[in-house]
């Protein structure tokens, strides 16, 4: 399980360094990459509801390898049409339409692989696998651009999804439910699971939190290719290079310290963005300086990054196996479709918004504003996980 996301994720990183390297190369700009996150999160906003049902009420082993299939073709497609800006972006779009379908379902099958007291290592399992795999994915996608260029690099992201399509062969049967009640009865009784979930407040606690947390990569991830070739000095096609290593690092940090079992599910989300604002906030005061070398700069963004991938990490993985301890697995998939819509609106949202702060008030500005947000919702969070003890 963890291997096909982690495989099918590099190919994914692959497929989306082409787009924001050959996008932002050709205009310069902050809101040409908002452009290319619009059109990965447009998919998800508008068919992973869907997506979560299916997986709710079919053989998720079967919606994984027909996933995988689909978009080893369009990738096939944007081999033969690479030259064509708007058909490759047109195909992209398919892209990750099918892997709409194919991420609720993998969310919601590994809970039925493992033990209720397994998910919290599970978890961390998981989220390294998909953070991991499009960490790498990207790290080494701008090797291969870099010295052999964009076709080297689909060809490869090609031959991953297939290796991805016969890999879940080796799984049983994923059958979220054992009844054979209709089609009607099923929806009407995931309904009535969404009605219970959101009537939790620690339910939608978290599940807004996991929600959110693409939002706010989304943010950095638009913001990222203009800071480093205006600020740091780094083109396009080396910044992922700098970038990946020490997000990398953090990640695994985060991965470890999460599993702690004695420990409020709530702090760790707390600390996530505690960690995430003042790392972030620190940033924007270094680089409104003129006076600050570059030496300083360089290492500051580093350990910036670092922070980052911590932060975000210990939040994703506490409030995805607060979920999957919570909600039953038959309804897992509808409720990690919901959480991918929320998070493509979100994204959608923060990543124009970035581009529009960024030419308001410039990158320090933009850093020193998101940072303090982020402190003061961790000292919110940490507050009401007090109250309401979780």
Not at 149 to 177: D, Q, Y
Not at 212 to 233: E, Q, R, S, W
Request: proline share 3%; with cysteine.
């Amino acid at each position: 399980m963890s291997t096909t996301l982690f495989l099918g994720q590099i190919a994914s990183g692959f497929l989306l360094l082409s787009l924001i390297s050959s996008v932002f190369t050709k205009t310069g700009s902050n809101f040409a990459v908002s452009g290319v996150v619009l059109s990965l999160a447009l998919p998800s906003f508008l068919l992973v509801a869907v997506a979560g049902l299916v997986a709710d009420l079919f053989d998720r082993k079967k919606i994984i390898i027909a996933a995988n299939a689909t978009i080893a073709g369009v990738v096939l497609l944007i081999l033969f049409s690479l030259e064509k800006v708007f058909a490759s972006i047109s195909l992209s779009f398919l892209y990750f339409a099918g892997n709409t379908f194919f991420l609720p379902a993998i969310s919601a099958a590994s809970a039925q692989l493992v033990k209720k007291s397994q998910l919290a290592f599970a978890n961390s399992i998981f989220i390294l696998a998909l953070a991991g795999g499009q960490l790498f994915g990207l790290f080494v996608a701008s090797i291969i651009n870099f010295f052999f260029g964009n076709v080297a690099t689909l060809m490869v992201s090609e031959a991953l999804l297939i290796i991805c399509i016969f890999i879940p062969f080796l799984l049983p049967k994923l059958m979220p439910r054992k009844d054979s009640a209709s089609i009607f009865k099923i929806i009407y009784d995931i309904g009535r699971g969404f009605i219970y979930i959101f009537r939790a407040k620690t339910i939608w606690f978290f599940f807004l939190t996991f929600a959110f947390m693409p939002g706010i990569v989304a943010f950095g991830g638009t913001l990222g290719p203009g800071f480093f070739n205006d600020i740091v000095g780094v083109s396009i096609g080396k910044s992922p290079l700098i970038i990946m290593p020490p997000v990398a690092l953090g990640v695994l940090l985060g991965a470890f310290f999460v599993n702690r079992p004695k420990v409020r599910d709530s702090f760790f989300i707390a600390q996530g963005l505690g960690v995430l604002g003042f790392s972030t906030a620190l940033l924007g005061l270094l680089i409104s300086f003129d006076s600050v070398r570059y030496f300083l700069v360089f290492l500051a963004v580093v350990l910036f990054l670092i922070c980052a991938g911590f932060g975000a990490i210990i939040s994703i993985i506490a409030s995805r196996t607060v979920l999957q301890r919570r909600v039953a697995h038959n309804y897992q998939g509808t409720v990690f479709g919901a959480s991918i819509v929320l998070s493509s609106l979100v994204a959608s949202l923060m990543s124009p918004i970035a581009a529009t702060m960024e030419i308001l008030i410039g990158y320090a500005n933009v850093l020193i504003f998101a940072g303090l947000s982020f402190l003061v919702v961790s000292a919110v969070i940490g507050q009401v996980g007090k109250r309401w003890k979780f």
